[in-house]
């Protein structure tokens, strides 16, 4: 089933902070975060894991909460390379990943 | 870089007709999973292989169908081809037969346009 992210697309200034949110129905093993910049391929960002685990980039932060099935990528004083699409995948332990329709972050100086 | 390879970037054909879609993923790595991107569309999963076995299948179409060869490359073959099918189709590979715990590598993608 598919993930829901919100907000579905956000603006920000240089500098602001933002919040994006993808949530499941179905109780998960993990969620992944990948950007995908206009006509590029996605790239990895971050997995979170079931019990806490985290792997990922230094720079971004995000957090999963289990009970809820919801996970939450932070972007913190953005930049004007943090503008793409921003998926969360979620996978249910040995299954496919399945990706949310995304988040499209704009940030303008 | 993400140490993927896709061939060819881009691909113009005409409804009705085969194509063939190329992918090799990075070294070391044994999962290959293939995506379709349509327009402001998110990532679908098609079908995914591990070393050389299918591993699992999403909404991949009759139409659709996939291999992983003994050198680990993938080919996606798209037959009877229709408008429809127009879209950026990635493959992306990864060390792990299932998602858990580990990333995925995406190619740089096929851009196919069906007229």
């Known amino acids: 089933q598919q993930p829901v992210q919100s907000p579905q697309a956000v603006i920000l200034r240089e500098g602001e902070d933002a919040v994006i949110n993808c949530s499941s129905s179905k109780a998960l093993y993990s969620v992944h975060w990948y950007r995908q910049k206009h006509g590029e391929a996605p790239v990895f960002l971050m997995i979170?894991?079931?019990?806490?685990e985290q792997k990922g980039h230094d720079k971004i932060s995000a957090s999963f909460n289990e009970k809820k099935q919801q996970s939450s990528l932070y972007l913190t004083a953005s930049q004007l390379s943090y503008s793409g699409t921003y998926f969360c995948?979620?996978?249910?332990?040995?299954?496919?990943?399945?990706f949310g329709k995304g988040t499209r972050l704009s940030v303008i100086a | 870089d993400s140490g993927v390879t896709q061939t060819p970037k881009h691909l113009i054909t005409a409804t009705g007709q085969r194509v063939t879609l190329r992918c090799s993923p990075r070294s070391g790595d044994l999962s290959v999973y293939w995506y379709q991107q349509s327009l402001d569309q998110g990532l679908q999963f098609l079908i995914q292989y591990y070393n050389g076995e299918e591993r699992a299948k999403g909404n991949i179409l009759e139409r659709f169908s996939a291999q992983q060869f003994p050198d680990l490359h993938s080919e996606l073959n798209l037959s009877s081809l229709e408008l429809g099918d127009s879209a950026l189709y990635f493959c992306?590979?990864?060390?792990?037969?299932?998602?858990?715990?580990?990333?995925?590598?995406f190619g740089p993608g096929t851009r196919l346009t069906v007229t």
């Open positions: 992306a590979s990864s060390v792990s037969p299932s998602g858990s715990g580990y990333e995925q590598y």
């Open positions: 979170l894991l079931k019990g806490g």
């Open positions: 995948g979620t996978e249910r332990g040995n299954t496919p990943l399945v």
